[in-house]
């Protein structure tokens, strides 16, 4: 029905960058929010950043000034540049998406009206010292 498909992960060293990005397609009739999460060995899953429709950004404090997202609308695709990696930074990401269907003639916005989530498989960073 959606599928997010991920790209751009790797291996790295400190210091180096990279740009993860996430397409999403399918039955959709609007995109709420998109956002990447990561999850560690070990660890919880835990937000990196998120934008919203209207543009606006949320990012983990431990990113900051570090990670941008962006968003084209038009591809529906999400980016997350991440620069000045650290090993702390390694973890799987997963992609994320709230939105609308299409349903019919018109769209589901999801139990409560809060859209439906989709998540995408993940793709691996790693970072080495």
């Known amino acids: 029905q959606v599928q997010l498909v991920e790209s751009g992960g790797g291996l790295v060293q400190a210091g180096e960058s990279l740009r993860l990005s996430c397409a999403a397609s399918?039955?959709?009739?609007?995109?709420?929010?998109m956002g990447w999460y990561r999850q560690a060995p070990g660890k919880q899953r835990e937000l990196v950043a998120a934008?919203?429709?209207?543009?606006?950004?949320n990012y983990a404090d431990s990113v900051k000034g570090r990670f941008t997202i962006s968003r084209d609308n038009a591809k529906n695709t999400v980016y997350l540049q991440m620069n000045s990696l650290k090993p702390e930074d390694t973890a799987v990401y997963y992609c994320h998406a709230n939105l609308d269907l299409l349903s019919g003639s018109g769209y589901y916005t999801g139990t409560g009206g809060y859209g439906v989530d989709y998540w995408g498989k993940g793709t691996l960073v790693t970072v080495t010292s």
């Open positions: 399918g039955s959709i009739f609007s995109i709420n929010a």
């Open positions: 934008i919203t429709s209207g543009g606006q950004t």
